[in-house]
């Protein structure tokens, strides 16, 4: 069991660019689930997966964040014309379908200038 | 609209000296409630998941217990390694959403 990863684990990038990020959930794990996690609060739900189904959409996700599952294995989740407020931690879980439990990536810092 | 609230937010505790991490929640109809440990700058690490009223769970100096409205996690004769934010989760039942709801944290500092 290779855990959950996460790929860039840091990404420092000026504002009105666009960025990318992977994750890589448990080999078995049929559910993924993106968060947004700023400093002193918990993780804040985005969006989910089930295989490679968009099941979910927090309604705080704007149009400029995409999320994409083509092969129901890894994730990419895709920020267009970052702003500063989009300056957090981006953190990725997966689950198997029956178990509640979600286990988390190590996540990826993004900081934009 | 569910509901969590952990506290106290920030703890600081000598080792060795026992203490209780407060989760309160709200939810139309518990599913499951998650306890997490973050260490700064990584992902949350899981540590128990509790179904129902009555259940507790234990991790070598750590017990979570379960009621009806809150729960709570035991930390006993405490080390400087067991400093880090602990975090609670709650994921309702109804509506077949597998969205958990996260609290805001505590963060607990044990001072050798």
């Known amino acids: 069991d290779t855990g959950v990863s996460q790929d860039p684990r840091h990404k420092i990038t000026k504002r009105g660019q666009n960025v990318t990020f992977r994750c890589d959930p448990i080999s078995e794990h049929n559910r993924l689930y993106w968060y947004r996690q700023t400093l002193g609060q918990g993780p804040e739900f985005l969006t989910y997966?089930?295989?490679?189904?968009?099941?979910?959409k927090s309604r705080l996700l704007s149009d400029r964040f995409s999320a994409e599952r083509p092969k129901g294995s890894f994730s990419t989740l895709e920020i267009q014309r970052t702003e500063q407020g989009d300056s957090a931690m981006y953190l990725c879980?997966?689950?198997?379908?029956?178990?509640?439990?979600?286990?988390f990536g190590p996540g990826t810092r993004l900081l934009v200038l | 609209e569910d509901q969590v609230t952990q506290s106290p937010e920030a703890l600081r505790l000598q080792e060795g000296e026992s203490s209780s991490l407060n989760c309160s929640y709200t939810?139309?109809?518990?599913?499951?409630l998650f306890w997490y440990r973050q260490d700064p700058g990584k992902g949350p690490e899981f540590l128990f998941t509790?179904?129902?009223a009555g259940e507790e769970k234990e991790k070598e100096r750590l017990k979570a217990t379960l009621t009806k409205k809150e729960s709570f996690l035991h930390i006993t004769a405490p080390k400087p390694e067991d400093s880090a934010t602990y975090l609670c989760?709650?994921?309702?039942?109804?509506?077949?959403?597998?969205?958990?709801?996260f609290g805001r944290g505590t963060s607990l500092i044990v001072h050798p």
């Open positions: 509790l179904y129902s």
């Open positions: 879980a997966s689950s198997s379908s029956g178990k509640e439990t979600q286990y």
């Open positions: 989760a709650v994921q309702a039942g109804s509506g077949g959403s597998y969205i958990p709801t």
């Open positions: 939810v139309s109809g518990l599913r499951g």
């Open positions: 997966f089930q295989n490679e189904a968009q099941l979910e």
